[in-house]
């Protein structure tokens, strides 16, 4: 059964940092893309960052270029968001997603989230 437990959210101030990290179980996810999406309080759930399943492509949301960065380690099935540089309207739930094919950009599985607050 396909898993996905999002952990390290928090409260932090603005201009601090935190990584958030997303463990994978039910399935090798060495071929599937994987993505943070967040959804602040009565805004729709937005793609912040996917990565390849190559490891060799990513995206990014413009308002997050240059403060946050994906990474994962297929051997851990683990995805990865670190987060820099973050200012108060990051502030939201954050989920990790997983395509239902490999080899895809088609999002379908979805973690719990994990909240993530920045103070001004």
């Known amino acids: 059964q396909l898993q996905l437990v999002e952990s390290g959210g928090g409260l932090v101030q603005a201009g601090g940092s935190l990584r958030l990290s997303c463990a994978a179980s039910?399935?090798?996810?060495?071929?599937?893309?994987m993505a943070w999406f967040r959804q602040a309080p009565g805004k729709e759930r937005e793609s912040v960052a996917t990565i390849s399943w190559s490891e060799g492509t990513t995206f990014y949301t413009d308002s997050v270029k240059g403060r946050f960065t994906i990474s994962r380690d297929n051997a851990l099935n683990t995805v990865y968001l670190q987060m820099n540089s973050l200012k108060p309207e990051d502030t939201a739930v954050y989920y990790c997603?997983?395509?239902?094919?490999?080899?895809?950009?088609?999002?379908?599985?979805w973690g719990q989230g994990t909240q993530v607050t920045v103070s001004s």
């Open positions: 997603a997983v395509p239902e094919r490999p080899l895809t950009y088609l999002f379908r599985y």
């Open positions: 039910g399935r090798t996810f060495s071929s599937y893309a």
